[in-house]
């Protein structure tokens, strides 16, 4: 596993680093997170993956903002705040998100998880989850330059949701 992260990390980095032909106005942006001290499961790896991706990052000359732990308002306004940076700072932008943290699918939908969700029937899911599509739309949105979302996400989750684990 450590393996596939620092070839993750190399090939995000090579991906974002400077080139020759990289345009002097570009600009870089990326939001790293990694939730870990969740109520019902610690991940150990998320916080060690994602400071490895971002050290990555930043060697590639990327504005790197980084988050730990946060809670479901802390993780949905941080992706608002990202969002209204990458959106001030013009078209040539390339961004790249990385969340390493608890995921789950439901219904077609992938889901990020807080450090404090609870989730006990599907209904939750909207109201204490982050619905990936949702933030992967706000994106598109901005129109960049290029984007790359990466995706570290923990599975099965300690949820359970009528009668099986998700």
């Not at 997170?33 to 930043?58: E, F, M, R, W």
């Not at 932008?93 to 699918?105: M, N, R």
């Not at 939908?109 to 939750?124: C, G, H, Q, R």
Request: aromatic fraction near 8%; charged fraction near 20%.
């Amino acid at each position: 596993m450590h393996r596939f992260l620092v070839m993750l990390a190399l090939l995000i980095g090579l991906a974002v680093a400077p080139s020759a032909r990289a345009a002097p106005s570009e600009q870089r942006f990326a939001l790293v997170i990694a939730n870990s001290s969740y109520q019902a499961k610690t991940l150990p790896t998320a916080v060690n993956d994602a400071a490895l991706v971002a050290q990555t990052l930043q060697a590639a000359v990327c504005d790197v903002t980084g988050l730990r732990d946060l809670n479901g308002d802390m993780f949905r306004q941080s992706f608002r705040d990202f969002f209204a940076k990458v959106k001030n700072s013009g078209r040539d932008a390339v961004v790249a998100i990385y969340f390493a943290g608890l995921g789950l699918q439901f219904e077609g939908e992938n889901y990020l998880l807080p450090v404090d969700a609870e989730i006990a029937k599907p209904s939750d899911l909207r109201r204490r989850a982050v619905a990936l599509s949702e933030q992967m739309h706000a994106l598109a949105a901005l129109h960049v330059k290029s984007a790359f979302v990466v995706v570290d996400a923990a599975r099965p989750g300690p949820f359970l949701l009528s009668g099986r684990q998700i």
